[in-house]
């Protein structure tokens, strides 16, 4: 079983829980996030030997290591920041990636190493900041892919997710619902989305994602249509998902009511506003051609 400690779509920046990027380090930091990874390598590097205490310049140096997919460069250099800046949450998990990337790669007796390695990272990292969200996030993907024996298991996500969801409601609601879906323990799910929706009723993200479990569990069908029409009269994230997706989830829940002509209209509106949608061009295509 691979090890990947960090949820697939969180991505982590180096100032996910500090004020900002050392001022000495931006040029570097731009060119690391501009993917010129060589340029950005000998920039830290010039910077790390300049100054040895420099954590930041040594965590971007394991970052790009593990771009490149030099884990035991990546491990020496993530271990080095940590030891600088043993109170920062970003390096740990960090850290606890590259444990996690190890231990997909090591050998059968020694996957378990690597694993518990990354589990004491990710948890000192919750340790530092318990109401950060990609510090759960990552801790409670470890849980869910490791094995027990090294210390995985859903019990423990989910009881990681519960915890969470004590200190920040929303940001738990997602990662518990996000379990519960990929179990299909709908029950579950609409009950977490019942509770932060009654502090929460108008919040887009809870509000689509109760459609889009009616979509996937064929239940509470209405209240699944009400919950996605009511995102339409409410302004899309900044980032996806966004109106495209709430059409495409109003077009399964349609098909589920078997209104076909509403739901392709709902297709239709999807690729509108993304044409490049994937999941609504291919349901489009399994409807025959409207009548000329």
């Known amino acids: 079983m691979r090890l990947l400690c960090l949820v697939a779509t969180l991505t982590l920046t180096a100032s996910a829980f500090s004020a900002g990027p050392s001022p000495g380090n931006t040029a570097a930091i731009t060119l690391y996030q501009e993917k010129k990874n060589p340029e950005a390598r000998a920039a830290f590097e010039q910077l790390s030997a300049a100054d040895p205490q420099n ?6 140096l394991g970052k790009i290591a593990l771009r490149e997919k030099r884990d035991d460069d990546a491990i ?5 920041a940590t030891a600088l800046t043993p109170g920062n949450a970003t390096y740990f998990i960090a850290l606890g990636d590259a444990y ?12 378990l190493g690597w694993a518990k390695k990354c589990h004491a990272a990710l948890a000192r990292a919750v340790e530092l900041e318990p109401a950060s969200f990609p510090a759960n996030a990552a801790l409670i993907e470890f849980y869910r892919r490791a094995p027990g024996m090294a210390g995985g298991g859903m019990d423990k996500a989910r009881a990681q997710a519960e915890a969470f969801r004590k200190i920040d409601l929303l940001g738990g609601t997602q990662l518990l619902i996000a379990l519960y879906g990929r179990e299909a323990k709908f029950p579950e799910l609409f009950a977490a989305l019942d509770y932060a929706l009654q502090t929460h009723p108008d919040n887009y993200l809870l509000l689509m994602a109760l459609g889009r479990a009616s979509a996937e569990s064929g239940q509470h069908l209405d209240r699944g249509l009400a919950s996605l029409k009511r995102c339409l009269d409410l302004p899309a994230p900044t980032q996806p998902p966004g109106h495209a997706n709430v059409w495409f989830y109003l077009g399964q829940l349609h098909v589920l009511q078997n ?15 993304d044409p490049a949608h994937r999941e609504a061009t291919a349901a489009l295509e399994k409807f025959p051609a409207p009548p000329m």
Not at 100 to 111: I, M, T, V, Y
């Open 55 to 60: 954590a930041e310049a040594l965590h971007f």
């Open 76 to 80: 020496r250099h993530h271990e080095a």
């Open 100 to 111: 996690g990337r190890k231990a997909a790669s090591a050998s059968l007796f020694a996957k």
């Open 259 to 273: 209104d076909i002509p509403a739901a392709r209209s709902a297709y239709e509106s999807a690729l509108k506003l």
